[in-house]
C-alpha cells in the first residue's frame, strides 16, 4: 500500500494533512508500545489511507458499509458489514482504527461498544472525528463531536482515554471553513473551475491560516477534529 498523497492545491490541504499526520503519530506510537500487536481492523475503511504504515507482519482487515453518502467506488473493504454489529468473535483484533467515521453513524454507542467488543484486552482504538466542518457525505452526516463528548462516550462504553488531541486549531481552523465556503459558493460552472478557484482563493487562504496562527495567540477552544487513542483496560 503506498503513501497516501495530498494536492497542494487541495481546498482543505492544511485539515488533511494536519490530521493524517496525527492519526500516523498515534499509529506508530501504539505500534511501538507492543511489538505483538498482530492483527488490526480498520472500521470503516474507505480507501484505506492508513494501511500502509502496517508492516506485513501485521494482518490488517478493512470494513466498511456498501450504503453511505461515500460511493462504493472509493470504498477497498475486505468485506462488508451491516453497519451493526461487526462478524468477528469477542477479543479478535489487537487494534482498531476509525478516521472520519463516527459521524456517518447513526448509532454511534453501538458502533463503540463493537469495537470494545472486538479488541483484546489491552488492545487499542485509535479514532478521530470532526468537531467542526461543513455537512458531507449527504445523507448519511448526523453528529459532530467536542473533544468532551469524545471522551465520555469512550468511557461509558468502558475504555480508558490515553490521549486526545485536537487538530488543526483557531486560524488554521478558520482558513479551511473559509476555503471551504470558497470552494462551494465560488466555484464557476466550467470544467476545472473547482481547481482553479483551490489555486486563486484557498491556496492563498490557507497560507495567510498558517502565518497567522504562528502570530496571534490561540486558545484552542476552536478546532477541526479530534484524535483519540484509547484503550481496553
Not at 484505506?48 to 473493504?77: H, Q
Not at 447513526?106 to 470494545?116: G, I, M, R, V
Not at 478558520?174 to 478557484?197: A, E, F, M, T, Y
Amino acid at each position: 500500500m503506498k503513501k497516501r498523497s495530498f494536492l497542494l492545491f487541495s481546498p482543505t490541504f492544511i485539515a488533511e494533512s494536519n490530521l493524517h499526520r496525527q492519526i500516523s503519530i498515534a499509529i506508530n506510537k501504539v505500534i511501538k508500545s507492543d511489538q505483538h500487536r498482530e492483527k488490526w481492523l480498520d472500521y470503516g475503511c474507505g480507501t484505506r489511507p492508513y494501511e500502509y504504515l502496517f508492516s506485513e507482519k501485521v494482518e490488517y482487515i478493512g470494513i466498511d458499509v456498501e450504503v453511505s453518502g461515500r460511493d462504493k467506488k472509493l470504498k477497498s473493504a475486505d468485506y462488508y458489514y451491516d453497519g451493526h454489529m461487526i462478524p468477528e468473535n469477542d477479543c479478535s483484533f489487537d487494534g482498531v482504527l476509525s478516521t472520519q467515521v463516527l459521524e456517518h453513524v447513526p448509532d454511534t454507542q453501538t458502533y463503540l461498544s463493537e469495537a470494545f467488543r472486538v479488541l483484546k484486552s489491552d488492545g487499542h482504538l485509535i479514532l478521530s472525528a470532526p468537531f467542526v466542518y461543513q455537512e458531507h457525505e449527504q445523507p448519511y452526516d448526523f453528529y459532530r463531536f467536542s473533544s468532551f463528548q469524545i471522551v465520555k462516550m469512550l468511557t461509558q462504553v468502558g475504555f480508558e482515554v490515553i490521549e486526545c488531541s485536537k487538530i488543526t486549531v483557531g486560524l488554521e481552523a478558520i482558513s479551511i471553513l473559509l476555503s471551504v465556503w470558497c470552494i462551494s459558493n465560488l466555484r464557476p460552472p466550467i470544467r476545472g473551475g473547482g481547481r482553479l478557484v483551490s489555486f486563486l482563493l484557498c491556496f492563498p487562504i490557507q497560507i495567510f491560516g498558517i502565518f497567522l496562527s504562528k502570530m496571534l495567540p490561540n486558545s484552542g477552544e476552536l478546532f477541526l477534529d479530534v484524535v483519540v487513542i484509547a484503550k481496553k483496560s
